[in-house]
């Protein structure tokens, strides 16, 4: 087992201090166990809330206005399940050294990106390419 990283509270990682050193591993494993936290409250808190106004609605404008607002609830919670998944996938790849690389390049994937999508798994140029080329065959 590896040995705790102190962290000050106000680190950010740096361009000036070695890519991917135990710092900025350990900075961006608490910010994904923390995002990974919100997301499971807010879905715990959404189960609470389903199973609470899952009373009778006698009026019918209602009961679609609330079937309506249940449905947009669900589909949110399921984009934060797969969202949960790639937070997943991002704490296991910090667990085996990978981390931060684009896994299309190799290259290292610019800290500003991984600050602002800790999930990332491209560089910025890589994703772009990636979209392109989506684009491109979605239209045929």
Same mark, same amino acid.
């Given at each position: 087992?590896?040995?705790?990283?102190? #962290?000050? $509270?106000? =680190?950010?990682?740096?361009?000036?201090?070695?890519?991917?050193?135990?710092?900025?591993? $350990?900075?961006?494993? /608490?910010?994904? #166990?923390?995002?990974?936290?919100? !997301? #499971?409250?807010?879905?715990?808190?959404? !189960?609470? &809330? #389903?199973?609470?106004?899952?009373?009778?609605?006698?009026?019918?404008?209602? /009961?679609?206005?609330?079937?309506?607002? +249940?449905?947009?609830?669900? +589909?949110?919670?399921?984009?934060?399940? %797969?969202?949960?998944? %790639?937070?997943?996938?991002?704490?296991?790849?910090? $667990?085996? &050294?990978?981390?931060? =690389?684009?896994?299309? *390049? &190799?290259?290292?994937?610019?800290? %500003?990106?991984?600050?602002? /999508?800790?999930?990332? *798994?491209?560089?910025?140029?890589?994703?772009? /390419?990636? $979209?392109? +080329?989506?684009?491109?065959?979605?239209?045929?």
């Amino acid at each position: 087992m590896k040995a705790e990283v102190f #962290l000050p $509270e106000d =680190y950010r990682p740096a361009e000036d201090e070695p890519f991917m050193n135990d710092r900025q591993l $350990e900075y961006f494993r /608490r910010k994904l #166990l923390t995002w990974k936290q919100e !997301l #499971l409250d807010q879905s715990a808190e959404t !189960l609470e &809330g #389903l199973q609470d106004s899952a009373r009778s609605v006698p009026d019918i404008a209602d /009961r679609a206005s609330e079937e309506t607002d +249940r449905a947009l609830e669900l +589909r949110t919670r399921d984009r934060q399940r %797969k969202l949960v998944s %790639k937070i997943d996938a991002a704490l296991r790849r910090i $667990e085996n &050294g990978e981390y931060g =690389y684009c896994e299309v *390049t &190799g290259e290292p994937i610019s800290l %500003k990106r991984l600050d602002a /999508r800790p999930i990332a *798994t491209m560089t910025l140029e890589a994703q772009e /390419r990636h $979209e392109r +080329r989506e684009r491109v065959h979605r239209d045929d």
